[in-house]
């Protein structure tokens, strides 16, 4: 396979939206991927942490990873997520993705397991093998609790289709370390929101985000800019939204991204059990940093959008 892949730019984890009933409503589904198109995101990923992927059946993966073909029409790369328990059913799952029309796929460690360094490689390795679709390997330790480290990253350097390396450790040292190494061989994306900025200015050609749901256009201005070395102008734009971004680092960040789409109209607040809406504290304090920052929303440089 070729290695060549077209990725950069954000691309949200879009959300997957439900009925009251928690079915899947594949026609908000579809509109909420729309419109974050519409305001000039550069590439989607479904199916993610943040789409609920391990509250899906394998049909409603699939229904979801067509709504969001049908809704890119080719405009932009679409992305599934694969997270399962083993190894064998992450490779048939990504082949029916890649069969329902998908661009590349999201590949997560193996789930509950939590695997030694050198069976953490050998999923990888095993997907590569048994899937013929382009591979995003995904690192989130505090998440997923397994660490795809550089030296595992490196040691998957012989599989073609293992093109790209979505890090969400935090520790942006992790892109130097893998370009040191191997040099370009990945495509190196950012996955935590709220050092977004540091990973661009590190080397990240894309970011896999969770808050341009409720703010795209503002995601992919900072994205820009700091492509373009722009970072004075991006700072202030960053700074803005750092306390929403902040939320991406949450345990419960799908609770939070959702409250916030709902607030800015973009989207239902509805999660699948046992994910339930926030209160409290935990409530008001997504409420006000929202309504903080649809007051004090900045304008925008031109980029291009």
């Given amino acids: 396979m070729n290695r060549a892949v077209n990725w950069s730019g954000v691309f ?3 959300t997957t939206q439900f009925n009251d009933d928690f079915s899947i409503n594949l026609e908000e589904t579809h509109q909420v991927i729309s419109n974050v198109i519409r305001d000039g995101v550069s590439g989607l990923v479904v199916c993610g942490s943040v789409g609920e992927n391990t509250s899906l059946s394998a049909d409603e993966k699939i229904a979801v990873t067509e709504v969001a073909v049908d809704a890119a029409r080719g405009r932009v790369p679409v992305i599934c997520g694969v997270a399962e328990f083993t ?9 029916l993705v890649r069969q329902a029309g998908v661009d590349g ?7 509950v397991y939590g695997a030694k360094p050198h069976e953490t490689a050998e999923h990888f390795r095993y997907v590569a093998r048994h899937a013929d679709v382009p591979l995003m390997v995904y690192n989130n330790p505090p998440i997923y609790k397994n660490d795809v480290t550089p030296d595992i990253l490196i040691s998957l350097a012989d599989c073609d289709n293992v093109v790209c390396f ?10 130097i370390d893998v370009r040191n190494q191997v040099g370009d061989r990945f495509v190196l994306f950012a996955g935590l929101d709220d050092v977004v900025l540091e990973s661009l200015a590190v080397g990240a050609q894309g970011w896999v985000s969770g808050m341009s749901n409720v703010f795209p256009k503002e995601g992919e201005t900072i994205f820009r800019l700091c492509r373009a070395g722009r970072f004075a102008e991006a700072m202030p734009i960053y700074e803005w939204l750092m306390p929403i971004l902040h939320l991406d680092a949450r345990a419960d960040l799908v609770q939070c991204i959702k409250l916030c789409e709902a607030i800015a109209g973009r989207g239902r607040e509805l999660t699948r059990p046992p994910r339930l809406p926030l209160r409290g504290e935990d409530r008001a304090h997504v409420e006000a940093i929202m309504a903080k920052a649809l007051a004090s929303r900045p304008s925008l440089p031109d980029v291009g959008l």
């Fill in 166 to 175: 979505k890090d969400s450790s935090g520790d942006t040292r992790r892109f």
């Fill in 87 to 95: 190894s064998v059913t992450a490779a048939k799952t990504a082949n």
């Fill in 105 to 111: 796929v999201m590949l997560m460690p193996a789930l």
């Fill in 12 to 14: 949200p984890a879009v």
